[in-house]
């Protein structure tokens, strides 16, 4: 333990953080809409795909001149699409608003679509709307996750993830149902309010427009939630995402079957108020190593899987076992694990980064409960 405490402070101290370079608009192309989207063949760099675009909560299709499909996008990877085949929408004011995405201040780019919204007015097509809000919301977010102030964050996020899970329900059909809840759900953690944000994921998880693959993602990630929220639904969630075993992924079936390590965990001891102290003291030291020596077998099935995904996860699910059990210590370390070393999910990374805030804040660790704060802003 020792060493693997000195490994996650050196790597602590040494991290530092990515920037995210967004692309500026392809100019040029025509009545061709563009779709930009994470390409996971290359570690979800950002790439831009032009064609005829066919959407839906399956995923986006791209259609090249021939009419022959080049590519499916999944809604997990779909970032943005860039249209120019809108109605009621002006061009120029579109295109001011796409400039304003790409530059440095999300907040006024929202507000230039937001413009375009109340231009476009209440008898725009569907489609339009449902693209500028979209648009609107997600830069609003993006605006937001760079507030450092909690109160001003808390308020507006409040509000957007009931916007967001709005959205997500009235275009159940669309691709960006997807990312409209994910979003809420991530934000509906920052607020401490995770049994809202499993509700959500469970929602998203019995949505039939969804392909199998994405709704067990979302029932994996009602786990998560209810981890967070004191674990007591998280057993029938996971049996939920069993039940689409036969079609699982890799990732999916290590992710479900450490879930299933941690449900096996000891459940927390009640304390007995008739003990001395000296033989409650002994009682809770046992306890401790008990639940300490069934982690380590958590850890050991954490350690053969390949997906880092499952890793962050893994030991997120371990640290809200350790809180549980009020082992605020032990809690701390695997939460760093996901901070420190599995920060390539980084819904899994705030998560993380929010539990070592109110970890630093209850301990009076004023100076690290900073340095955490910090952190946060940068992995938002």
Request: hydrophobic content about 45%; some cysteine; proline content about 4%.
């Amino acid at each position: 333990m020792t060493r693997l405490r000195a490994f996650l402070l050196a790597a602590l101290c040494a991290a530092t953080a990515a920037v995210a370079v967004r692309t500026a608009p392809a100019q040029g192309t025509g009545d061709t809409d563009r779709m930009y989207y994470r390409n996971p063949a290359k570690d979800g760099k950002e790439e831009m795909l032009v064609g005829e675009l066919k959407e839906s909560a399956a995923g986006v299709q791209v259609y090249g001149a021939d009419k022959k499909l080049r590519q499916t996008v999944s809604p997990a990877d779909v970032l943005r699409i860039e249209y120019t085949t809108l109605k009621n929408v002006d061009r120029d004011a579109y295109a001011q608003a796409t400039r304003l995405d790409a530059g440095p201040d999300p907040a006024k780019a929202a507000a230039a679509f937001a413009d375009l919204i109340l231009k476009a007015g209440p008898t725009a097509e569907a489609r339009t709307t449902r693209a500028l809000t979209f648009r609107q919301l997600m830069l609003s977010v993006r605006a937001n996750d760079a507030e450092a102030d909690d109160a001003k964050f808390d308020a507006a996020a409040t509000k957007l993830a009931d916007e967001l899970a709005k959205f997500s329900r009235t275009y159940a059909t669309g691709w960006e149902c997807w990312p409209t809840a994910t979003t809420a759900c991530r934000l509906l953690g920052e607020l401490d309010k995770p049994a809202d944000a499993a509700l959500l994921a469970k929602e998203l998880g019995d949505n039939p427009n969804l392909t199998p693959a994405l709704r067990t993602d979302a029932r994996l990630m009602e786990v998560g939630y209810q981890f967070m929220a004191g674990g007591r639904g998280a057993a029938p969630a996971l049996a939920e995402a069993q039940k689409g075993a036969a079609t699982m992924t890799e990732r999916q079936k290590e992710t479900a079957a450490v879930f299933a390590a941690v449900l096996a965990l000891p459940e927390p001891e009640p304390r007995d108020p008739n003990l001395l102290p000296d033989e409650a003291a002994a009682k809770a030291a046992a306890h401790a190593k008990k639940v300490r020596d069934a982690v380590a077998k958590v850890e050991a099935l954490i350690a053969k899987a390949k997906s880092t995904a499952t890793r962050a996860a893994g030991y997120n699910a371990i640290g809200e076992a350790y809180l549980r059990h009020a082992l605020t210590r032990d809690a701390m370390w695997a939460f760093l694990w996901v901070d420190v070393v599995y920060n390539q999910e980084k819904g899994e990374q705030i998560k993380a980064v929010n539990r070592l805030i109110q970890i630093y804040k209850a301990t009076g660790e004023e100076e690290r409960e900073t340095v955490f704060r910090d952190r946060l802003l940068k992995a938002r």
